[in-house]
C-alpha cells in the first residue's frame, strides 16, 4: 500500500522550489526507486535524500510503499494533477485575456 500525504498545491510549489528536492522529484520521473538509489549520484547524503522525500510526501507529491525492509518511493499522479489544476487556471486565464484582446483590436479596425 502506498502512503503520501494530502495534495496541497500552496505545499507542492514550495517543496519543488529547493532544487536538490526537485531534482529527486524529476528523478523518481524515471521509476520508483529507494533512497539508496536517489542519493547514489547526488552531492548530498542518504539522510538529506529522506528528509527531502519527507518534505516531498507531506507536500502529496511522492508516496511510499515497503519492500522487505526498504521504502520505495514513487510520484502519487494526484498530487501532479492537483499541480496541473493550479497552473491549468493561469492558461485559461491567459487565453481569455489573449481573445478579449484580439476582439478588441478587431473591432478598432
Do not use: C
Amino acid at each position: 500500500m502506498i502512503t503520501y500525504g494530502k495534495p496541497d498545491r500552496g505545499s507542492a510549489i514550495e517543496a519543488l522550489g529547493d532544487p536538490t528536492r526537485r531534482f529527486v522529484f524529476e528523478k523518481l520521473r524515471e521509476r520508483p526507486m529507494a533512497v539508496g538509489e536517489l542519493a547514489a549520484g547526488m552531492p548530498v547524503s542518504r539522510p538529506a535524500v529522506s528528509q527531502h522525500l519527507r518534505v516531498l510526501k507531506d507536500a502529496g507529491l511522492v508516496g511510499e510503499h515497503r519492500e522487505g525492509t526498504r521504502r520505495i518511493y514513487a510520484i502519487v499522479p494526484e498530487g501532479i494533477a492537483e499541480l496541473r489544476a493550479y497552473f491549468e487556471q493561469f492558461w485559461v486565464s491567459a487565453l481569455d485575456n489573449f481573445r478579449a484582446a484580439a476582439e478588441t483590436r478587431g473591432e478598432t479596425r
